[in-house]
């Protein structure tokens, strides 16, 4: 079974500074890796996703995820961030060709300061 | 917009009672997947539909049920309502394979 785990329930930045969330996984089997934003009373929005393809990969909103297999990591960055960001950010992960089992970690509220 | 839609957005009733949730897919996608978010829980996985069929199960309790429809549509079924129950249920749907694409979810407070 696959599992994922992101580090820091609440992260802080300042308008313009670098974002990273971070997310690490567990897997038997090579992974399909996503990231979601919830912005508040809204439904999760795909960020971006890793499918075996380029090891970086690049989103909306310009966010992007470096999948690091030697770390079993996929953590979020985006160089400058702006207020618009202030979300709850969720990583992901489900076997390759098998999105009946995917599963979320527990969720990052990123806090952008002016 | 994803393409997911969810009816009611909020729903608030009281312990004990029923209610049904509803579910549009995507045009397309055959999987319907059913989560509950809480402050206390997180994202919870709850069951899944693939084209009318059920397909994978996770934390549903045994007062909750789903089904999907010839349409696709897919309506989640909550009796004997706790006020534990409270929470954003949210729906989503996918292609054969990839992403979820998530509805804007329903809102249900139980009093």
């Known amino acids: 079974a696959q599992s994922v785990t992101q580090l820091g329930s609440h992260v802080s930045v300042s308008e313009g500074a670098l974002v990273l969330l971070r997310c690490n996984y567990s897997s038997s089997v090579p992974p399909y890796l996503f990231w979601y934003v919830q912005y508040p009373n809204q439904g999760l929005q795909l960020l971006l996703k890793?499918?075996?393809?380029?090891?970086l990969v690049k989103g909306i909103n310009g966010f992007e995820a470096e999948f690091k297999k030697s770390e079993t990591s996929f953590h979020l960055t985006k160089p400058s961030a702006h207020m618009s960001d202030a979300a709850e950010y969720f990583c992901?992960?489900?076997?390759?060709?098998?999105?009946?089992?995917?599963?979320f970690g527990a969720g990052t509220r990123l806090t952008v300061k002016p | 917009d994803s393409g997911v839609t969810q009816t009611p957005k909020h729903l608030i009733t009281a312990t004990g009672q029923r209610v049904t949730l509803r579910c549009s897919p995507r045009s397309g996608d055959l999987s319907v997947y059913w989560y509950q978010q809480s402050l206390d829980q997180g994202l919870q996985f709850l069951i899944q539909?693939?084209?009318?069929?059920?397909?994978a199960k996770g934390n549903i309790l045994e007062r909750f049920s789903a089904q999907q429809f010839p349409d696709l549509h897919s309506e989640l079924n909550l009796s004997s309502l706790e006020l534990g129950d409270s929470a954003l249920y949210f729906c989503?749907?996918?292609?054969?394979?990839?992403?979820?694409?998530f509805g804007p979810g329903t809102r249900l407070t139980v009093t």
């Open positions: 992901a992960v489900s076997p390759p060709y098998n999105n009946n089992d995917m599963r």
């Open positions: 539909y693939y084209n009318g069929e059920e397909r």
């Open positions: 989503a749907s996918s292609p054969d394979s990839g992403e979820q694409y």
């Open positions: 890793y499918t075996s393809a380029a090891t």
